[in-house]
């Protein structure tokens, strides 16, 4: 069947931005997500979830206190003021990561840091600053000293205390076995404090996609080499290379290629098999030399062509066929030669295309 001008009209029709986007996505979402893996919670950092992340443990594990101060019976601060202070006796002392083993009474107390876990008998922490200490001959000390200095013999309580008063109650935080991340977000330095700050040490996590990254062209050498009288320095393969592994994907170099579709489809070949989304850069123009996408065809199939975008012209996107059994098929991007467009189009449609894939 011949094709009328308005077919013709339609093929050669160029795709806006969002046109070309929206057809990306779609190949690569087709797929589904790359399958997941177990990391340390430590190592989760720029890695997406693939399960959510449920807390182990409450926080705080047991009621603590929330002032550095007296572990007390609040029943034994009532009516206290600045000119009638209860007196309590001092029975003990209890630092952060200890467990108490002196339960307090009537008319006791029990020196506590910030974070300690509160003895049993005490119901209220006294702030220091509320309290003087007495000596062993009931001597006081200056009011409101802070509570490292020698412990007392005796305190004298200036204030009334309210049961639960500077306590921290078991799980007031977090509670145990919530979801404290979902799946599919990407783990931040917080996510990480969450994650082990819950009592997770090991979190689920899509695998880093590993993206082969071509140069091409008989110009391209390698940065540091000998141009010749007629060579240019490779600066898409580097740049590419950067710009995947700031995406959080691994980076695989194919090198640089020549203007020669054997050489091309050799290496594509190579990235169709080690790779998860294979980036080519230069030859995907109409030129004489520009062979990339004849070797994209017989890799697979090229989707996307036309595209309306400036710089990023030329541009091509394509999907390999699976290169074994299980295998997935390996989204193929052509960008262009020239840096700046390279950089456009990887912005514009590869690095979403790398978030898709987790």
């Known amino acids: 069947m011949t094709a009328t001008p308005r077919d013709r009209d339609a093929a050669d029709r160029l795709l806006s931005v ?7 996505l779609a190949v690569v ?36 206190s929330a002032m550095d101060g007296y572990a007390i019976r609040a029943a034994d601060t009532d009516g206290a003021a600045d000119d009638a202070p209860r007196r309590l006796t001092v029975i ?5 990561g200890v467990a108490p083993t002196t339960a307090v009474a009537k008319g006791t107390a029990v020196r506590i840091a910030t974070g300690a876990p509160v003895p ?13 200490p007495l000596d062993t001959a009931g001597r006081p000390g200056p009011r409101g000293r802070d509570a490292a200095g020698p ?39 917080s996510g990480v404090a969450i994650a082990a700050g819950s009592g997770v040490a090991e979190v689920s996590v899509r ?16 940065p540091g080499a000998e141009l010749g009288p007629a060579g240019i320095p490779d600066a898409n393969g580097p740049g590419l290379r950067a710009l995947v592994r700031a995406a959080g994907a ?31 850069s230069g030859g995907v123009s109409v030129g004489p030399y520009d062979v990339v996408r004849r070797a994209f065809d017989d890799l697979g199939r090229v989707d996307v062509w036309r595209v309306a975008v400036q710089p990023g012209k030329p541009f091509a996107f394509g999907l390999a066929r699976p ?36």
């Open 250 to 280: 691994e980076a695989i170099d194919l090198g640089i290629a020549r203007d020669d579709l054997a050489d091309v489809s050799g290496r594509l070949e190579r990235g169709v098999r080690e790779a998860d989304l294979v980036i080519v």
């Open 29 to 64: 979402m087709a797929a589904g997500p790359l399958p997941a893996e177990v990391v340390p919670a430590a190592d989760a950092l720029d890695r997406v979830l693939a399960e959510p992340v449920r807390s182990r443990t409450a926080l705080p594990p047991w009621d603590n």
């Open 120 to 132: 049993p008998g005490a119901d209220a922490v006294v702030p220091v600053e509320q309290t003087t």
């Open 18 to 24: 969002e046109e070309a986007l929206e057809q990306v």
């Open 92 to 96: 003990g002392d209890l630092g952060a």
């Open 151 to 189: 412990l007392p013999d005796a305190i004298l309580v200036h204030a009334r205390v309210a049961p639960g008063g500077s306590i921290r109650p078991r799980g007031s935080d977090l509670a145990a076995d919530v979801e404290v991340l979902p799946a599919g977000v990407r783990v931040g330095a």
């Open 207 to 222: 695998r880093r996609p590993r993206v082969g990254v071509l140069a091409t062209g008989d110009e391209v050498r390698p």
């Open 323 to 358: 290169s074994g059994p299980g295998r997935r098929a390996v989204p193929l991007f052509g960008l262009p030669g020239n840096p700046a467009s390279s950089f456009v189009t990887f912005e514009l449609f590869v690095r979403p295309a790398l978030a898709a894939l987790g």
